[in-house]
């Protein structure tokens, strides 16, 4: 998606506005867009993702489908991202700018 990017700079927001009014729909779980995502695959995809539906839906909402789904936050991170012990609190306050 990196050539995408650089000729479309907002590529990966876009993507994850579909992909957030899929999961606010029930097309498909929070579980099922992770599951491609992982090891920080296309990063930070999946945070942007999370951050578009807590625009759509509550934040209330989100902990709990987030929690529901059973995904682990970390393992949507690169290799190289968890290495910072304070990655977790930084992708929670992530969730609520």
């Keep these: 998606m990196s050539k995408l990017e650089q000729e479309k700079p907002l590529a990966k927001s876009?993507?994850?506005?579909?992909?957030?009014?899929a999961v606010s729909h029930s097309v498909i779980t929070i579980a099922e867009l992770a599951s491609p995502l992982t090891n920080g695959f296309l990063y930070p995809l999946f945070l942007l993702c999370l951050q578009q539906l807590a625009k759509v839906k509550s934040k209330e909402w989100l902990v709990k489908a987030f929690h529901d789904?059973?995904?682990?936050?970390?393992?949507?991170?690169?290799?190289?991202?968890l290495t910072s012990i304070n990655s977790s609190v930084q992708m929670?306050?992530?969730l609520f700018i």
Excluded at 14 to 21: E, K, L, M, T, Y
Excluded at 72 to 81: E, T
């Design 92 to 94: 929670l306050i992530f």
């Design 69 to 81: 789904s059973k995904v682990n936050l970390q393992s949507m991170l690169p290799g190289m991202a």
């Design 14 to 21: 876009h993507v994850a506005q579909i992909a957030a009014a």
